[in-house]
């Protein structure tokens, strides 16, 4: 048997879309026991072209509803387009995200006046969605950052990853809690005096040796 695998969006405007993300083949004839289902490397396949397709029309969408100005609700012109680069669990993307300018209009916002306006940098200031860092954070502290690195390898169609970034990731997540749980340093002298520290508790095998 043959399948298709057709995606259609539609937009809030009623506009649609549609995405051939591929197809998959199994022939009766053919067919072994490990061949039944959808397979790993399919399903890995599937979902990094799946997510190409949903974040672009995301991006798509999103670019067109920020060109409105909120004050005047005159459609602002495109400025230039930057080549960005997105990390999510379902693969690494290269995308093009607009730079509006800002209304001629002069009426206040609450967005301070400056240069051309980026409405991607606002949702993935990290260049990453939130989803692959708290994994890769819980990954971090269950296991080594090594091991944690080849656990998001195998069962996901994520770009390459590297211990060190789960080992940042992991740090910085720590940071947000420990800034929200403690408003002010136990000993604030000390605190003024000492710089900041952070220590990680790798998994690493110890030689023995007789005494």
Not at 20 to 47: C, H, M, N, V, Y
Not at 120 to 144: C, K, N, V, W
Not at 173 to 201: G, H, M, Y
Request: glycine share 6%; charged share 30%.
């Amino acid at each position: 048997m043959d399948m298709r695998i057709i995606v259609e969006t539609t937009f809030e405007n009623g506009t649609t879309k549609r995405h051939r993300l591929g197809r998959l083949s199994r022939p009766f004839r053919r067919t072994q026991p490990e061949g039944f289902g959808l397979l790993l490397e399919d399903a890995k396949t599937i979902l990094g072209q799946l997510q190409n397709a949903i974040l672009r029309d995301q991006i798509e969408e999103i670019s067109e509803a920020s060109r409105i100005c909120p004050d005047c609700d005159g459609v602002r012109a495109i400025h230039d387009y930057r080549s960005r680069v997105l990390d999510t669990l379902f693969d690494r993307f290269e995308v093009k995200a607009p730079r509006i300018r800002r209304c001629a209009c002069n009426a206040k916002s609450d967005v301070v006046l400056g240069g051309p306006l980026s409405p991607l940098a606002d949702y993935f200031p990290d260049r990453s969605t939130p989803e692959l860092r708290r994994l890769q954070a819980e990954l971090g502290a269950r296991h080594s950052f090594r091991e944690a690195a080849r656990i998001l390898e195998t069962f996901l169609p994520c770009a390459k990853q590297v211990n060190t970034s789960v080992r940042n990731r992991l740090g910085k997540v720590a940071r947000e809690i420990c800034d929200s749980e403690q408003t002010e340093p136990l000993v604030p002298s000390a605190a003024k005096e000492a710089p900041a520290l952070t220590v990680f508790l790798d998994g690493a095998h110890i030689r023995c040796r007789p005494e």
